[in-house]
């Protein structure tokens, strides 16, 4: 504000008083004018940083919403792709491991554990057929004990538990599973005769449950002029499919021819060293080679 | 004033925007977002989820529990297995009640250090009475392949195709190694200067000789046999070498008896025994 600096303007003291009063109204009116600006000033202000501050809040608010947005493309896909696939992978090393526990059985021993220990399947084969199996049921207990199987009676069950069961499962299970398949394998070769070459049987086969004594009468040709004998075998050894005693005697009143003499000790020799339906296979493919030499 | 009513104009402009775009239906992102979410909170609280998943884990436990008992108890590792089933058709027409199936196996895994890869085929006749199984073709393939007793072994069991029998014969095979390989160890350790392992401690060759009397040796052959039936059996045998004047000297013939004295000694003192008795008596030599 300038303030004329000329004190002896225009009109004397009227003049100046008159400039003095102009003055203060300007002056007012200036203020009136600043505060009203001041004011309006300061009410544009407080509204400005009151929307600053919303705008403010809203972008924060967008830029939430889009982060959420994204992710949903992004993020939550592979965390559950993540999740099945363990899933998966699990499931595939349960079914592989399911069949190897199958594929245990050719081993001969196979089995799954129990609430009580476990329970061991023994499998039994002769000369690539596979046989019946068998179980024993073990109860993991002071000491150690059988809760139930199905091993036939004949088997010497108490004999090989008493001598191993406690000291040596591995030992007792190995001792089962040799008798087993022994038993299993002579009992094959006994079927097998009585179905297979029941042609060249003379009367009806004689045998134990234990398959490990037999005794039929025979005649290598079944229609023919072959001599009949009869054979005995015996299994002493429980863990072997061949036998340790042989008996081929010629029943007939007669004596025996030498040629037949010495078909008698070669028969001997096949049982001994042969399973019993593959003797007769040879017997059976012998005659079929229509030998006179056989007739006496 | 005129900047600060533009800035007031500009942030209003800004706000009203702002305003519209929260106000804007969700998009199919975030819908997407909340129902997986959603789903994934029904699942972990679904006993057909997470729950069942914690039970494969047990099962899986319980599994690999089986697994080793039977690996354990049976001396062999099987690690993978896979079987083909394929159905023959019949080309006899009027034996309908007969179908015939065979399954081709590939079993592999190992027995301790040696490897094997089997290939097997077995068909499966049902008829009205009964269901036979028989194992049609069989083979095998072992690594390592140094051990040639086993190779007669393997032709055997592939020709009989008796699977039970290679399985239970190769457990007690490779025990017997193993043991053999302990042993010859061990005697190694206890008399190094005169225990010698020419091939290593995993061959069939144990020498032993004495310091003192360089020209004198005993060469330990200890073979692991298979037989016929598949029973493995140790065989040792007794090589004694000995400088020409000493045969000469030698009027008791001790040398010429001493494989057949030995065998008698491995029946009364059993292997290590006869073993370390052999060892010393070179050794005592040596200190007396």
Redesign the interface.
Known sequence: MEWANDGKSKGGVLAHLERLEIQVTRSHKNSEDLQRAQAVEGSLRTKIHKLRCLRDELRAEAKQRQARVKASAANVEPDQTLEISEQEVAERRRENMKAILRAYRFTGLSGKLTSRGVCVCISTAFEGNLLDSYFVDLVIQKPLRIHHHSIPVFIPLEEISAKYLQTNIQHFLFCLCEYLNAYAGRKYQADRLQSDFAAFLAGPLRRNSLCNLLSFTYKVEPRGQSVPFWARLRYKDLTTTLPTDVTVTYRGTDALSPSWEEQRASHENLFFSKPLHQVFTSFARKGEKLDMSLVS | ?DA??A??RA??A??AA??R??EEPR?A??????A??SL?EMYQSDSGGWAS?KD??S??G??????L??ST??G?S??????KTEVLTNTEKTEKSITKVLQR?R?SGNCQMITFQLEFQ?LEIQDKESL?????D?NIIMEPTEYSELSEFVSRAEE?????MF??SLHFFVEWCEYRKRTFEHFKEKYPEAVHLPEGAASSCMVVHSARQPGFELVIVWRVQIDE?GKVLPKLDLLPKAPQQALELDRNRVLETAPRSFRALLGVLGIEAALESLIKSLCTADSS
């Open positions: 004033m600060q009513q800035e007031v942030l209003e800004e706000i702002l305003r775009a929260c998009t992102g975030e819908d997407n977002w909340r997986q979410k994934r998943s494969l884990r099962h899986l319980n599994l690999e529990s089986e697994l008992f039977l108890l049976t062999i099987i690690r993978n297995y896979s079987m196996h079993l077995i036979s199984s028989v194992i049609t069989l009989r195709r008796d699977l039970l399985f239970r039936e």
